[in-house]
Structures are given as structure tokens and as C-alpha cells.
């Protein structure tokens, strides 16, 4: 079965971090475009971020910019999402997508998506 997997979740407390991983099962990340979502309790899914298939190409939410960093590593056919500086605002699920038709990239949560992960949970807190 072709899905996405993430991982890297927990809890971690204001102004810590942790590293999410969104790899593949039966296929190659390279071909896609990766985008990171999240969901808080009764809040809507938004765009977190998101990285082209070359990685040339990145973009952020302004809520995350310069705290959180999108890569690739092809090599291990894994898309990481580094969360530093945390806040208790982070707190959600997050998840991971992949788009194989755009050429850019993009976290918008109405695109038609390839393959969707489960989600992992992150909940920052003291």
C-alpha cells in the first residue's frame, strides 16, 4: 500500500524542539513536492510548509518563519521538518503530503494532494 509515514511527535516543552519525518512506503519522495500540515483541536488544517521535488524551493507559514525548517534527504527518501523555538501554539497534528503534478510548491490545504501520512501529534507544554 503507497502512503506516508510520520514521525517524530511527542511532547516537549516552550521553546524546545523536535524533528519530524515524513518518509514514504512504496514509492520515491524525489518525484514529489513534500508540504507539512497541521491541525489543533477544533481548529482548521493549515499550510505549515512546504519544499519542491528539487528542493530549490521553499516556503513557510509566517507563524513558523525562522523557527522551523523543511529538508529532503533523498538519499533516505525522507522529508524532515525541524521545529525549533516551540510554543504552546504549535501545538497540533501534524502532517505531511505529497504532490507529484506542481513543478513549485505549495501548503495549500484545498491542492489535491498524491498521498496523505496519518499524522503525528506534537503538543508543546510545560
Known amino acids: 500500500q503507497l502512503q506516508l509515514v510520520e514521525s517524530g511527535g511527542g511532547l516537549v516543552q516552550p521553546g524546545g524542539s523536535l524533528r519530524l519525518s515524513c518518509a514514504p512506503s512504496?514509492?520515491?519522495?524525489?518525484?514529489?513536492?513534500i508540504s507539512w500540515f497541521r491541525q489543533a483541536p477544533g481548529k482548521e488544517r493549515e499550510g505549515v510548509s512546504c519544499?519542491?521535488?528539487?528542493?530549490?524551493?521553499?516556503n513557510y507559514a509566517d507563524s513558523v518563519k525562522g523557527r522551523f525548517t523543511i529538508s529532503r534527504d533523498n538519499a533516505k527518501n525522507t522529508v524532515y521538518l525541524q521545529m525549533n523555538s516551540l510554543k504552546p501554539e504549535d501545538t497540533a497534528v501534524y502532517y505531511c503530503?505529497?504532490?507529484?503534478?506542481?513543478?513549485?510548491?505549495?501548503?495549500?490545504?484545498?491542492?489535491?494532494?498524491?498521498?496523505w501520512g496519518q499524522g503525528t501529534q506534537v503538543t508543546v507544554s510545560s
Open positions: 503530503a505529497a504532490n507529484r503534478a506542481i513543478s513549485g510548491c505549495s501548503a495549500d490545504v484545498r491542492g489535491a494532494y498524491d498521498y
Open positions: 519544499m519542491s521535488r528539487s528542493g530549490g524551493r521553499t
Open positions: 512504496g514509492f520515491t519522495l524525489e518525484n514529489y513536492a
